[in-house]
């Protein structure tokens, strides 16, 4: 069964560094999102993406997020200078397209960012 | 604003059912999900319901909706150990871009 996948599992990094989380969504999928879960906390929509541009954002996502589709497959989101209250588990997410069982999102594993 | 709550936990005997029980803001809500969480692991996506219904069965799985309430309910039939999760009522609004809300997430235990 087709699956989004994160890379890396883990992720850890000095406060102020640029940390990139890789996903590769499945592969006939056109919508693409991010959430983050800090530990404890609920899920939080940060971003989603279409046709090589953001569609939706949340207010968490500023201007230190970035997110990509560099080539055909891969989904980046980018942190430029990650903080302590960045620490949290970054899922991936994607869906076919608009309309009924479609919008149905797939989610990751997830990246486990530490920020120290 | 869009909402979602539900209890942060529920303990349950083996073989016995779990309810888990969610409530809603948004009215305009396109689609209910339930989403399973296992420790350390990502988000499993275990059933849906369109709001246009008031019930969906999937083997173990009974999802109840009243959109008047704005309620959902998971229940489980038979439950067991290996169900023990945390369990994450969420909605999706309309419109072209489809973002999730997700609830508070309930920890199910089950005890053997």
């Known amino acids: 069964e087709p699956e989004v996948t994160q890379t890396p599992s883990h992720q850890v990094t000095q406060m102020g560094q640029e940390v990139i989380l890789r996903c590769v969504p499945i592969?006939?999928?056109?919508?693409f999102y991010w959430y983050r879960q800090i530990l404890g906390q609920k899920v939080e929509f940060l971003v989603s993406?279409?046709?090589?541009?953001?569609?939706?954002k949340s207010e968490i996502f500023d201007d230190q997020f970035s997110v990509e589709r560099p080539d055909g497959s891969n989904f980046t989101l980018k942190i430029r200078s990650t903080k302590l209250e960045d620490s949290a588990m970054y899922f991936c997410a994607s869906s076919e397209g608009s309309g009924g069982s479609k919008n149905i999102q797939y989610f990751g594993a997830g990246t486990r960012l530490s920020v120290l | 604003g869009e909402d979602v709550e539900q209890s942060l936990f529920l303990s349950v005997r083996e073989g016995d059912s779990s309810v888990i029980n969610c409530t809603y803001t948004?009215?305009?809500?396109?689609?209910l999900y339930w989403y399973k969480q296992e420790p350390g692991a990502g988000l499993q996506l275990l059933t849906y319901i369109f709001s246009n219904m008031d019930m969906k069965q999937d083997q173990r799985l009974t999802v109840l909706l009243n959109k008047k309430d704005k309620h959902l309910s998971l229940r489980i039939a038979d439950t067991q150990t290996g169900d023990s999760a945390i369990y994450f009522c969420a909605e999706m609004h309309p419109g072209g871009y489809q973002k999730v809300t997700f609830g508070t997430g309930t920890k199910l235990q089950v005890i053997p």
């Open positions: 592969s006939n999928h056109l919508y």
């Open positions: 993406f279409y046709n090589n541009e953001i569609s939706e």
């Open positions: 948004d009215s305009s809500s396109t689609y």
